[in-house]
């Protein structure tokens, strides 16, 4: 079952052994309880998700764009800059052609652009889902490991709980999470091999 904002929200409450809620808005008539436990939901939410999704390269939340090239260049090193999309969390791979051929491109991402030396680009990349019910179930379950970790402290004043949960994280969740999504991605790409490439652009073949 595809899990909201919300339901993320809550398991991690429920996580730490705090009650739940209803809504993450804050409301005058609800106790100060119910309304520090939304507002640390709001603060700490998107932080926890950007964090997962940078950790690995979630199948559910990898898009691909062709990038727009920027008019200024970069002032060394590099020919070209691309804008990267405005939901852009991190860049799996660049490719100067439509066939996702990875040839030994070399590319540096800097601020909100990556730097390159070819004319055209396209990527794949993982973005940051406004939905976040896309979110597999390994990959919800990470999320909410992640936020139960950052809750830990300010909710119930124990550091060892945050521990155990990030153990938990990094020894169950996150190995079961890679797995399956491998499983479920059969695009395999082999890069050329980096010792032919240098031999094939320095000397012919003998």
């Not at 999704?53 to 200024?72: E, G, P």
């Not at 797995?179 to 082999?190: P, Q, V």
Request: net charge negative; charged share 20%.
């Amino acid at each position: 079952m595809a899990l909201t904002k919300i339901d993320l929200c809550n398991h991690a409450l429920l996580k730490v052994g705090a009650d739940t809620i209803a809504s993450l808005d804050t409301n005058p008539n609800a106790s100060e309880g119910i309304n520090r436990k939304a507002s640390l939901c709001n603060i700490l939410f998107d932080q926890a998700l950007e964090e997962i999704i940078r950790s690995y390269t979630w199948n559910c939340v990898t898009k691909r764009a062709k990038l727009t090239r920027l008019s200024a260049k970069p002032e060394f090193r590099w020919l070209y800059q691309y804008q990267l999309p405005g939901d852009f969390c991190r860049l799996i791979n660049l490719y100067d052609n439509t066939n996702a051929y990875d040839d030994g491109t070399e590319w540096v991402v800097e601020g909100n652009s990556v730097l390159c030396d070819h004319e055209e680009v396209y990527i794949t990349y993982t973005h940051i889902p406004q939905d976040v019910s896309i979110l597999d179930p390994l990959a919800a379950q990470a999320v909410i490991c992640k936020l139960a970790i950052k809750l830990c402290v300010p909710l119930q004043l124990d550091e060892s709980m945050a521990n155990n949960i990030l153990q938990e994280l990094l020894g169950v969740v996150m190995p079961a999470a890679r797995s399956i999504d491998t499983f479920e991605n059969k695009a395999y790409s082999t890069p050329e091999s980096q010792f032919l490439l240098a031999r094939n652009n320095t000397s012919p073949l003998i």
